[in-house]
């Protein structure tokens, strides 16, 4: 009975350290900047106007921006760390003086296992602006990684849009794989630009990231091989019978 009772305290204690690394590993934030400065909303803190834990939201004006409604979600609510998926969420409204927004979402500590991953992005909405859309990947999990300068960061999406007519739709998908490492984050990005006039631009931008089937892993490769030299001397055994 005394080691059952030490079994279950440490079971407990892995648990709860386990439960601790994961709140550390995973960083989900958005940040809103209308070039007078950044605002950086994180997961579960006081501006976070969401309490669930994988949800984030802004929901406040913003200098020339008199609507902002913002909400990035993550793990644990959508994906995990080794299949995420992002959703980000926003409505702008900006003033006769027009202007531009940038938003960003942003999350760390997924796994990527040195393996291709297949990635999978969508976004529509509607503008009477312009908008622009991308999505980097930190190899080295950082949060906010989008200087592509740096080596350890990749574009992976990319998409433009301009307005034509009031409240004109937009949309795109875009279906790709990259090979990414152990540790790596996410990083996705909308750019919106209005001229004077009052102007709305809304949209949903997400992105997922699965286990790409284009690559063989490593155990398939072993049983694929293990396979062929049952059959070899299988093979072996009849031939020997035969004889």
């Known amino acids: 009975m005394k080691n059952f009772c030490k079994i279950a305290a440490h079971i407990a204690i892995a648990i709860a350290v386990s439960v601790l690394f994961f709140s550390k590993a995973h960083a989900l934030s958005i940040a809103i900047d209308d070039g007078n400065g950044l605002n950086i909303i994180s997961d579960q803190s006081v501006s976070d106007s969401n309490t669930a834990l994988g949800t984030v939201t802004y929901n406040l004006g913003l200098g020339d921006w008199t609507t902002n409604v913002t909400t990035g979600i993550s793990d644990p609510v959508m994906g995990s760390a080794s299949s995420p998926e992002l959703d980000l969420n926003s409505v702008n409204v900006s003033s ?3 202007g531009n927004l940038s938003i960003m979402l942003t999350d760390t500590g997924f796994i990527g296992g040195n393996s291709f991953i297949d990635f999978f992005s969508n976004v529509g ?7 622009k859309f991308n999505v980097f990947v930190d190899l080295n999990n950082g949060e906010f990684g989008i200087n592509e300068a740096l080596p350890n960061i990749t574009k992976i999406f990319d998409f433009d849009f301009s307005n034509t007519m009031p409240n004109e739709a937009f949309s795109m998908n875009h279906f790709d794989n990259v090979f990414l490492d152990d ?3 996410i990083t996705m990005v909308a750019d919106i630009s209005h001229q004077r006039g009052v102007q709305n631009t809304s949209f949903n931008f997400s992105t997922m990231f699965t286990e790409s089937s284009e690559v063989p892993l490593p155990s398939s490769l072993a ?6 030299l049952g059959f070899r001397f299988s093979r072996r055994g009849l031939e020997r019978r035969k004889l």
């Open 223 to 228: 049983l694929f091989a293990i396979g062929l």
């Open 96 to 98: 006769l003086n027009g």
């Open 125 to 131: 909405g509607t503008t009477d602006g312009s908008v």
């Open 183 to 185: 540790e790596y984050s």
